[in-house]
């Protein structure tokens, strides 16, 4: 499969075409409209979350640990770091791209009269792979929503104008205590609720 998007060519009138031109034409558009670029990785145990920004770690596609729903549409979209895990999906082509992030973030247990802890998600691009780097250079900002006491979860969604090579990565911040990357040690359901998506939406 092609890495940029197939270019539409013109028909002509009685045209005699080979089936390099066939495959060009008819093939590759195809293909690339019923795979566009896409990956998906599921959320990877972090012990700690710094007070400050933490940068979030995944599985790569189809080495969690549970049974997951990862996936890597091109191969180099979800390039795995030393220790096996993924910090950055990157963009194998020009264009727009949506980003979704599920987030599950166990903030802490709160003290005594304290209402609860802010937790935010940022989405950077070509940002180094460090909490203070992806929040420096944030291209969009959520908060999640506290699920209980402290357990803050949600979804964030943004649409990014990405170049070829372009690297997305993904930062978590709460504002208090230290907290964790929730997983199956805080909870069983947690696994599925922690993933990071990258899919092709047209070209500019």
Avoid: C, K
Wanted: no cysteine.
């Amino acid at each position: 499969m092609r890495i940029g998007a197939p270019e539409l060519e013109a028909w002509s009138s009685r045209e005699l075409v080979d089936a390099a031109t066939m495959n060009r034409r008819i093939r590759d558009v195809h293909r690339w409209l019923a795979t566009p670029p896409s990956a998906r990785v599921m959320g990877a145990p972090l012990s700690l979350l710094a007070n400050t920004a933490s940068a979030l770690p995944f599985y790569a596609p189809g080495a969690e640990p549970f049974e997951g729903h990862s996936y890597e549409a091109l191969v180099g979209m979800a390039p795995s770091q030393p220790g096996g895990l993924v910090h950055r999906l990157v963009a194998p082509a020009t264009g727009w791209y949506r980003a979704r992030v599920g987030a599950g973030i166990w903030a802490g247990n709160p003290s005594p009269g304290w209402p609860g802890r802010n937790v935010w998600v940022d989405i950077a691009v070509n940002a180094e792979p460090t909490g203070s780097a992806i929040a420096a250079g944030s291209r969009h900002r959520a908060a999640l929503d506290q699920a209980t006491d402290n357990i803050h979860r949600g979804v964030v969604l943004a649409e990014l104008q990405l170049a070829a090579g372009d690297a997305v990565l993904v930062a978590a911040t709460i504002d208090g205590s230290a907290g964790a990357w929730a997983n199956s040690t805080h909870h069983a359901s947690l696994p599925y609720t922690a993933f990071f998506e990258l899919h092709w939406g047209g070209e500019l």
